[in-house]
């Protein structure tokens, strides 16, 4: 029963006191709440962070979140892989992506304050195209040459110098790296009366405590060996927890969450993750309660399980629109490829007929395969009839070991001489990726089955007489 309440309001969802009473529709759980918190201590990890009161917060990291984190820093990693790859093309997809993501961002900025923004005007600043920012957008402006600025400067340890450059680009006014603490709110937000007793909510850290809290916080990040994505969701709690400025507390507490997830090898991707949806007024109970919890438990996990399913819901719109780029890129070049086999000069046509005639008349003594009909059109090389298909395959297979079985079949269906085969058409007939079918046919070039010729700067593949 122990480890059954343990795993349900801990695996299943990470409950609080009050969601295990509605659960189970009781208004005493005191013996079920220290069992679940006693499955809960052997995921617990104590951090170097301190709360107001100084006393320590923990991090529970069981079996089915762990899972779920790791799969998402995969993901991450394989997004920065597939950015990457498109980034160093330079085609144009990548960049429309880059703005689009940008301006994505900054609509919720403006929708956070209230600021009427036009869909041009956000191009233009995304573009940088305004020689003069109307004062109205200037927190826009700002906003986006911070994010740019950072984009930059993931390998930099994470400080107070970075911190308030950060912050000085945000606001729009001159960096003093003389007295970068004198950036930090000097203005209460509590009253301290209202805090004689341990264990009370604080809206803000007070002001004498903002320099220890944030260089713990700076050291936490620079030290800990946690997952990357914890480390970013405890950044934005500390951050709005301390309220370390007069200004755009929560704004920065998004851009060091992805200044933490840059730092964790995610690097370029980091600033176009979407995650000022956390911003949105739709979010702002749910947060607020889990804040909260985190808060008074001194458990990061409440703020954590509830981020971490809305972080990987972002990773996924990016990677679909990244996937969307390849493979409209892919779809523009298996077109343009299969445009240039297809014969469009009259040059082109003879060469082809009188190829096949030669070829189809010197080799028709040596496989019963190939026939030759009288038809009032060009003689046409037919090649092997689908019931010797697979034995031709197998063959195939068993006379050249490196060779693939997908390869092997279409290799089979697709040795006519005379003819030119695409890279799409293995992609469509054997159903995998554009770089799987072109790593193939060179695979076949290269075991002396197919001839790769180049035909306006494009490839395509012929066979060639196997002895």
């Known amino acids: 029963m122990?480890?059954?309440?343990?795993v349900r309001f801990t695996d299943e969802f990470y409950a609080t006191k009050d969601d295990v009473k509605k659960a189970l529709n009781m208004s005493s759980i005191d013996s079920i709440w220290e069992k679940v918190n006693l499955y809960r201590s052997y995921y617990t990890k104590q951090t170097s962070l301190?709360?107001?009161?100084?006393?320590?917060?923990?991090?529970?990291?069981?079996p089915k979140l762990t899972s779920k984190i790791v799969s998402i820093e995969k993901r991450l990693s394989k997004l920065l892989i597939k950015y990457t790859k498109e980034s160093f093309h330079s085609n144009q997809g990548i960049l429309d992506f880059e703005k689009n993501q940008y301006k994505s961002i900054l609509s919720i900025i403006a929708s956070?304050?209230?600021?009427?923004?036009?869909d041009e005007t956000l191009e233009d600043i995304v573009n940088e195209r305004l020689t003069n920012i109307p004062i109205e957008y200037?927190?826009?402006?700002?906003?986006?040459?911070?994010?740019?600025?950072?984009?930059?400067?993931?390998?930099?340890?994470?400080?107070?110098s970075l911190f308030m450059m950060m912050y000085t680009k945000l606001r729009g006014i001159d960096f003093d790296?003389?007295?970068?603490?004198?950036?930090?709110?000097?203005?209460?937000?509590?009253?301290?009366?209202?805090?004689?007793?341990?264990?009370?909510?604080?809206?803000?850290?007070?002001?004498?405590?903002?320099?220890?809290?944030?260089?713990?916080?700076?050291?936490?990040?620079?030290?800990?060996?946690?997952?990357?994505i914890v480390k970013a969701v405890i950044t934005y709690f500390t951050i709005n927890y301390i309220k370390p400025f007069d200004?755009?507390?929560?704004?920065?507490?998004?851009?060091?969450?992805?200044?933490?997830?840059?730092?964790?090898?995610?690097?370029?991707?980091?600033s176009l993750i979407p995650l000022e949806e956390l911003l949105s007024s739709?979010?702002?109970?749910?947060?607020?309660?889990?804040?909260?919890?985190?808060?008074?438990?001194?458990?990061?996990?409440?703020?954590?399980?509830?981020?971490?399913?809305?972080?990987?819901?972002?990773?996924?719109?990016m990677d679909e629109k990244l996937s969307s780029i390849d493979s409209n890129k892919v779809y523009e070049e298996q077109m343009k490829l299969d445009d240039e086999v297809v014969p469009t000069s009259k040059e082109l046509v003879e060469q082809k007929e009188i190829r096949s005639e030669q070829v189809l008349s010197s080799n028709i003594e040596k496989t019963h395969f190939s026939i030759e009909r009288k038809v009032s059109l060009p003689t046409l090389p037919v090649g092997l009839d689908e019931n010797d298909v697979e034995l031709v395959a197998q063959h195939l297979i068993e006379l050249y070991p490196t060779l693939k079985k997908g390869q092997a079949h279409f290799y089979a269906r697709h040795c006519t001489l005379g003819k030119y085969y695409t890279i799409s058409q293995y992609k469509k007939e054997l159903?995998?990726?554009?770089?799987?079918?072109?790593?193939?046919?060179?695979?076949?070039?290269?075991?002396?089955?197919?001839?790769?010729?180049?035909?306006?700067?494009?490839?395509?593949?012929?066979?060639?007489?196997?002895?």
């Open 50 to 62: 301190r709360s107001v009161e100084r006393v320590p917060f923990c991090v529970v990291l069981p």
């Open 247 to 270: 200004y755009y507390n929560e704004e920065m507490s998004i851009l060091m969450m992805k200044y933490v997830l840059a730092h964790s090898d995610n690097e370029d991707i980091a």
């Open 282 to 317: 739709s979010r702002a109970s749910q947060i607020k309660k889990y804040m909260y919890e985190a808060e008074m438990k001194n458990d990061y996990t409440y703020l954590i399980s509830y981020l971490v399913p809305l972080i990987e819901d972002l990773i996924n719109d």
């Open 2 to 6: 122990e480890k059954d309440h343990g």
């Open 112 to 118: 956070n304050y209230d600021i009427d923004i036009q």
């Open 431 to 467: 159903n995998c990726a554009y770089e799987t079918a072109r790593t193939s046919m060179d695979n076949l070039v290269y075991l002396g089955f197919y001839k790769k010729e180049n035909i306006r700067n494009k490839f395509v593949y012929t066979p060639t007489i196997k002895n």
């Open 138 to 160: 200037l927190l826009i402006d700002h906003y986006y040459k911070t994010l740019k600025y950072f984009k930059t400067r993931y390998l930099g340890q994470y400080n107070i």
């Open 177 to 228: 790296i003389t007295s970068l603490e004198n950036y930090y709110r000097k203005n209460e937000l509590i009253n301290r009366a209202d805090h004689v007793f341990i264990g009370k909510h604080y809206d803000a850290s007070p002001c004498d405590r903002i320099i220890d809290m944030m260089d713990s916080l700076f050291e936490f990040n620079n030290n800990s060996l946690l997952f990357g």
